[in-house]
């Protein structure tokens, strides 16, 4: 293992990083991140401008000690829950493949 191998494994993942596949798995990727973030924070967006601008309607009683606003946080709870199991869902379909591809052919020398 002299300076060269380095040199040359550095090398290689360079032109990975560079390929079109990692750049179709990055922007995959980014695409459910972005979409996840959107619909995550504008569900406590509304949720926080609900509770600041119209308290009364997060105390508005549904039965026994729940409320609109213990309501929302289980909500809360469950689209959490639900953008976990969407994330693993399309990792699963969309971005394990092409990053099995993208590493078979990456270490097709070393195996």
Known sequence: ???M???ANGDRYVAVYESAQF???RRR???FIVWASV???GWWFVGISLAAFVPDFFRTGLGGP???GLLFILLSLLLVVAIAVSY???ARERLDPLSEQI???LEGDLR
């Open 1 to 3: 293992m002299g300076t």
């Open 23 to 25: 750049k179709t798995l």
């Open 66 to 68: 729940m409320n609109v």
């Open 103 to 105: 590493r078979a052919d």
């Open 88 to 90: 693993l869902r399309f």
């Open 39 to 41: 619909v995550f924070y």
């Open 29 to 31: 990727s980014n695409s």
């Open 5 to 7: 191998d380095s040199a």
